[in-house]
């Protein structure tokens, strides 16, 4: 069936400024709805208040507004453009909150603007928590015993009956906004105060506790036929009481048996009908024992989640721009799969491999802050590493983190750190292993899946045979055992003590080299026709793709995080394009799945890769491009410039010596001291340069309090 023929103008609700929960995944969202909508001939009228995305930049859609996301403003603009519908599943809970406050006020009844993905009905039936229980009650699912409160007194009187630690939801919230974990009288007077406060409508769920249970996502699409498909299925390396935001996750489920799977799924289609989802995709959220194998659903969410991003990259299947697609009337089995050509949409993807997603934390830029993870969601970016096994795409991950490039290092090892959530237990359950703790043991600890603590267990196993090494030459087999189990060069030289070029000399002699295969959403059943690749040691290296324009590389700015976001994201893609204009052959290098940049159909070829000197050099070699764009993803790829340079490869725009000029603000401070000579108009404060301490306090003596404190090449 086609789309529907009285439908010409469709209003599209962004998500707002990027904020911890609702970032940089719904203008990827937002944007390949804009994409989609447009290609079918509709007008698109985008309202959104960010200037850093690619979402708003004119050509993405018919007509843009930023402006607040707020009803007199948006209806202002519904009253002069008329739209017949509001799509607002693809802008994050502000676009659903607003779609609810537009439909609770009258004014698309009063304009004659329709709902499309999710009408008003099936919103509250999700995000009101005491109305989603009711329909979990109908179709026999279970869930945490729990009681919405709606004031100060009726929650104290919950807290007696439930028992502690106490779970608190907040209605209509996102990432977890408001709520946390109460585990005295104390902390839950002090956070319920603070949840019903966050709720729009001064609602919170308190639950009792599933900590230590295993949690999983689906996340789900249905058409109007009812042709229902899983999309992804993604497991959490956390367990309950971690947000999903914060947890390390893993693509697809590896823990869950057949059976298990298979009746989650059917119970996620009862759910998805019984809300009443006629049409495009939703996140449904479960807890498994451990030990029983009783399921509860945690909660749902009627629209593209933060999730969907992530499932989108990982599978290669476009969630936001098909839940676009069905909301204006098409079909699953009408769409085709962008990946294969050939295949419809209604095929749920296979994966033979594995993700992992890895989040970015920015506790290090707020001195004093509590290290803590709970329900409340607190990273500020996410990774994904690709690999054939779990251990291939953990390892890959760390590394695209930058900052752990070197893998699962040695740190001083706490035995609290490993018993508390925080951004650093991964690292302590690595160093847990090397102290002798056995897996049963951090398992009672952490109440973390015994299987992937094997994984980790295994990891640090091999690094003692690594380390054994040194001193001798490496063996073929001993290196390549080492680069499927997703050790970096920089890790295997760490654990020989010597340089990470000695060790990629090594596995240049031997032939130890990637080989690059295609995410094409049908595990190999099917030829893929898009060009996105993972690099993996269980494949065999195969000569690229041959185009008949020259290679140029961009360089993407990996995970998002404090002084270096979206904005670096909507350069790369600005960037693909122009350059494409230019009859080059576009190749983006990139670690982030949350971001437009790394959208299989951004530039002509894309490598989910991390942004390491090793990983970087290797698509090079394999590419011979005419050179790569440093400038565009931040400091990033500024960092990256110079070794890919003296390993040969060709940097395009600003040369290492302008960037050198630009980043040492020594050398900076001078140019513009000795430019001031002749041009009065340039100044510049008085500053110096510190190596010690010594020096720094002798500046200061000089110029005097207050002094900023500047370094070189870092960024925010």
Known sequence: MPRMADLRKVLILGSGPI?????????????????????????VILVNSNPATIMTDPEISTRVYIEPLTVPFVEKIIERERPDAVIPTLGGQTALNLALQLADQGILNRYGVRLLGADPEVIRAAEDREVFRRILDKVGAKYPRSEMVRTYQQAMDVANSLGYPLI??????????????????????????????????????????????????????????????IICSIENFDPCGVHTGDSITVAPQQTLTDREYQ????????????VGLATGGANIQFAVHPQTGDRVVIEMNPRVSRSSALASKATGFPIAKIAALLAVGYQLDEIRNDITKSTPSCYEPALDYVVTKIPRFAFEKFPGSQDALTTQMK?????????????????????????????????????????????????????????????????????????????VEQIVKFETDLAQTKGSELTHEVLLQAKRLGFSDAAIARLREVKPQAVRESRHKFGVRPGYSQVDTCAGEFKSETPYYYSSYWAKPQAPKATTKPRAVILGSGPNRIGQGIEFDYSCVRGVKRL??????????????????????????????????????????????????????????????????????????????????????????????????????IKIPASGMAGTREEALGIVARIGYPVICRPSYVLG
């Open 19 to 43: 904020i911890i929960g609702q970032a940089c995944e719904f203008d990827y969202s937002g944007t390949q709805a804009c994409k989609a909508l447009m290609s079918e001939g509709l007008e």
């Open 168 to 229: 608190l939801r907040p209605n209509y919230t996102l990432g977890g906004g408001g709520g946390g974990v109460a585990y005295t009288p104390e902390e839950y007077e002090r956070m319920i105060m603070r949840a019903l406060k966050e709720s729009p409508t001064s609602e919170v769920q308190v639950e009792e506790s599933i900590l230590g249970w295993k949690e999983f996502e689906l996340e789900v699409m249905r058409d109007k036929n009812g042709t229902f498909v």
């Open 263 to 274: 009746a989650m799924r059917d119970e996620a289609r009862k759910i998805i009908e019984e």
């Open 379 to 455: 990273s500020v970016g996410e990774v994904m590493g690709i690999g054939r096994t779990f251990k291939e795409s953990l390892q890959k991950a760390v590394s695209s983190l930058e900052n752990r490039v070197e893998g699962l290092a040695p740190i001083p090892f706490s035995e609290k750190m490993l018993a508390h959530p925080n951004s650093q237990r991964l690292f302590h359950i690595a160093q847990a292993f090397r102290e002798g703790w056995t897996v049963a043991q951090v398992a009672a600890v952490t109440q973390i899946t015994p299987w992937f603590l094997e994984q």
């Open 580 to 681: 494409q204009a230019e009859g080059r052959h576009v190749v983006m290098i990139n670690s982030n799945p949350e971001t437009v940049s790394t959208d299989y159909d951004t530039s002509d070829e894309l490598y989910f890769e991390p942004l390491t000197e090793e990983s970087v050099i290797e698509i090079m070699d394999r590419l011979q491009p005419e050179g790569f764009v440093a400038q565009l993803g931040g400091q990033t790829p500024i960092n990256l410039a110079a070794r890919l340079v003296a390993a040969g490869h060709k940097l395009l725009g600003s040369s290492l010596e302008a960037i050198d000029l630009a980043e040492d603000r020594g050398v900076f401070a001078r140019i513009c001291t000795e430019l001031g000579a002749t041009i009065p108009a």
